[in-house]
T-cell receptor
Framework: DAGVIQSPRHEVTEMGQEVTLRCKPI?????LFWYRQTMMRGLELLIY????????DSGMPEDRFSAKMPNASFSTLKIQPSEPRDSAVYFC?????????????FGPGTRLTVL | GESVGLHLPTLSVQEGDNSIINCAYS??????FIWYKQESGKGPQFIID?????DKRQGQRVTVLLNKTVKHLSLQIAATQPGDSAVYFC????????FGAGTRLTVKP
């Protein structure tokens, strides 16, 4: 298995632009998580899905952030409009059907820089 | 998530020595704990887990100790190798998952 796949690996954009991050979870995993990692705040859970349905989006910082999971093999995290404070590494993780507390497998992350 | 400062705690050890990385967790009701290893430019990688009904669990070269009385978790790495150099952080799970700040381990050859 190729593991969790994320794209792009690096994204540099200007303030105000729309940014879309993509994730392909491990096949068969029913849970998908989006995290943001910064030096200041560490690793933060933004949102997670179970069977393509958003379960908890309380970690999404504001309305500029949105996430979708149109099918079991694809999810997007969109920031519109982006701001410099959104600069971070965004990780996607997936896990098997065990209530979300089973081992999560992380993707390599997308390093976002907003100028 | 947990708030962290600009500088991670660091631990520097000599190759071949044992390493002990500590983590204080916040929720006394947390019933599952995980240690992750994160190498530069990569996502966190699962190392070992432990449930709250245990106080010790061993893996290959790693041991996790859980002290629920003081809400403390530790990761012991035996015979530390250069490839162990990374940031290590713990996660506690009850209804949600919370991550610790992380400790940067540097192994000197």
């Amino acid at each position: 298995d190729a593991g969790v796949i994320q794209s792009p690996r690096h994204e540099v954009t200007e303030m105000g632009q729309e940014v879309t991050l993509r994730c392909k979870p491990i096949s068969g995993h029913d849970y998908l998580f989006w995290y943001r990692q910064t030096m200041m705040r560490g690793l933060e859970l933004l949102i997670y899905f179970n069977n393509n349905v958003p379960i908890d989006d309380s970690g999404m910082p504001e309305d500029r952030f949105s996430a979708k999971m149109p099918n079991a093999s694809f999810s997007t995290l969109k920031i519109q409009p982006s701001e410099p404070r959104d600069s971070a590494v965004y990780f996607c993780a997936s896990s098997s059907d065990s209530g979300g507390t089973d081992t999560q497998y992380f993707g390599p992350g997308t390093r976002l820089t907003v100028l | 998530g947990e708030s962290v400062g600009l500088h991670l705690p660091t631990l520097s050890v000599q190759e071949g020595d044992n390493s002990i990385i500590n983590c204080a967790y916040s929720n006394s009701a947390s019933d599952y704990f995980i240690w992750y290893k994160q190498e530069s430019g990569k996502g966190p990688q699962f190392i070992i887990d432990i449930r709250s009904n245990m106080d010790k669990r061993q893996g290959q070269r790693v041991t996790v100790l859980l002290n629920k009385t003081v809400k403390h978790l530790s990761l012991q790495i035996a015979a530390t190798q250069p490839g162990d150099s990374a940031v290590y952080f713990c996660a506690e799970i009850k209804d949600d998952m919370r991550f610790g700040a992380g400790t940067r381990l540097t192994v000197k050859p």
